[in-house]
């Protein structure tokens, strides 16, 4: 049975084909960039991207089958899981700290600001020196960093050399979906390819379904179609029902913000609760999102329902200011970026849906 990795370096997602034929022209001219900035939505297949193209720069000559959606939601679920890989695939990615980590640390060396998860300064400076070795089993280096956005700023200058004057045959490939994050220098210094989630047709063909249910997904957990999958796949779909239900009964306030909240972060006892939490707190800031969308429309005039399936929770909303659901959605967004941080989520989630009820007291 192929590993998680295997799968997503030997298969690749149909709708970036066409994009990996133009690397592939290039690295066959030998014109291909050492350093790349590879964004896209959350799920789009930066990573599937990345590591196809690895195997072609280890010399792999198989052309990439087509990934089918099973497949795809099975490797990236247990892409981290421990395994061999290629020995000149170097892939950094945030590691959660564990206390006995703290308890072995040299407390002479100052902490690094922002360490827990994300990329540290002392992983780039491993990868670094690897660079500078002769390559294991094939005449490439491949460098993938997943998400970029976390490198931290130590980390992040560390890098910049590397960049700027890589070793030879020594490629760096940084994954983002949020590249206004990065440093202008670490921008700068890189080819930036941006990836695009294809269309609801090519998704619905994809995935074999209605093209409504994946409208239904995509409200849910938002364009990304690995995330879509997941959704269709997992009936995630009557999971944000009762979550919306709920915003519904919130804003009447007819159920309690605190119950809702722990209800909603019960997941961070299991091993997957950072991802469940992510999960709730994209559509939360969707929904609010999705919101201001159908308010400013008003505004400005319009008669149409923006998002035809968020007219409840928008006429739930009616009587809140407008300042209040843009400051709710910035709360969202500073929770998702602080996850894993040591911030209390279910304390903060229950301040947020607090400030979201309407008619308080008037159940």
Not at 145 to 155: D, M, S, V
Not at 270 to 287: N, Y
Request: neutral net charge.
């Amino acid at each position: 049975m192929s590993s998680a990795v295997e799968t997503l370096s030997r298969r690749l997602l149909p709708w970036l084909e066409p994009t990996f034929r133009k690397l592939e022209d290039a690295r066959a001219a030998g014109r291909l960039s050492h350093a790349w900035l590879i964004s896209g939505p959350a799920g789009v297949g930066k990573l599937n991207l990345a590591f196809v193209l690895a195997q072609r720069l280890f010399g792999g000559h198989l052309e990439p089958g087509a990934l089918d959606a099973e497949a795809a939601v099975a490797a990236m679920a247990g892409r981290y899981e421990p395994l061999d890989r290629h020995p000149d695939l170097h892939w950094l990615y945030p590691r959660e700290r564990k206390p006995e980590d703290d308890d072995a640390a040299d407390e002479t060396k100052p902490k690094e600001k922002g360490a827990k998860g994300a990329i540290g300064v002392e992983q780039v400076r491993d990868v670094i020196h690897a660079l500078t070795l002769t390559a294991h089993q094939s005449s490439a280096k491949v460098v993938v960093i997943e998400p970029a956005e976390l490198l931290t700023r130590e980390a992040a200058n560390a890098l910049l050399k590397t960049l700027e004057e890589p070793t030879t045959n020594s490629y760096v490939l940084l994954l983002s979906q949020q590249p206004g994050r990065l440093a202008p220098t670490v921008r700068s210094r890189c080819q930036h390819l941006k990836l695009h989630a294809p269309s609801v047709a090519a998704m619905a063909s994809w995935l074999d379904v209605a093209p409504a249910a994946v409208v239904d997904a995509q409200r849910a957990v938002g364009t990304g179609p690995l995330h879509v999958a997941t959704a269709v796949r997992q009936g995630l779909v009557s999971k944000f029902r009762k979550l919306e239900a709920d915003l519904i009964e919130i804003s009447e306030d007819k159920t309690d913000a605190q119950a809702v909240a722990l209800s909603w972060t019960r997941a961070e006892t299991r091993t997957d609760a950072k991802s469940e939490t992510e999960l709730v707190l994209g559509w939360l800031q969707r929904r609010i999102h999705e919101a201001l969308r159908a308010r400013l429309a008003e505004t400005a005039g319009s008669t149409e329902v923006t998002v035809p399936g968020a007219a409840t929770l928008h006429n739930a909303w009616r009587a809140l200011p407008e300042r209040a659901l843009f400051d709710e959605y910035d709360r969202a967004e500073k929770l998702l970026n602080n996850l894993g941080s040591g911030l209390n989520v279910e304390l903060a989630l229950a301040a947020m849906l607090s400030a979201l009820v309407v008619n308080r007291g008037r159940s």
